[in-house]
């Protein structure tokens, strides 16, 4: 007989981390909408956190779609933590500019997450352009530090 080590939050809710690999296309980030979603709702987060969530990774994976080198992909990576829900998005660009440098789409995406990060590398001869969000299952309920 073998174990498995399960985390206590997929223990808890049933949710383990996700990773999804798609084209970095704007026809994909429905799909990716549909797992944040999916994942909220099993977190039991409230209509309006999973909303929000909904949005801002609709945001950020169109903010990263834009970016994209060409047949490049969208990695999107769903990770349950005990109050919230971390999401990393990451595409291969072929030029530096920061997701913040749109200031409408960044002010979005700030908006309706817990806490936001960014990170641009050099790699290979293009970069790697990743946004982390922080989402949470209602107002007031977890302080994201």
Known sequence: MSEVETSPVARTNGVRDVEVRVWADAEQVPLLRSFAADIAMRLDFDLDAIEDLRMA???????????????????CW???EEHGIRVRVRVDAEHGEPPSGDAMGWQILTALAATVTETVEAVDGGHRVTVELLAVPGPGEVDPR
Do not use: H, K, N
């Open 78 to 80: 769903f990770e349950p």
């Open 57 to 75: 990774v609709d945001e950020a994976c169109s903010l990263l779609v834009r970016a994209a080198a060409a047949d490049s992909a969208l990695l």
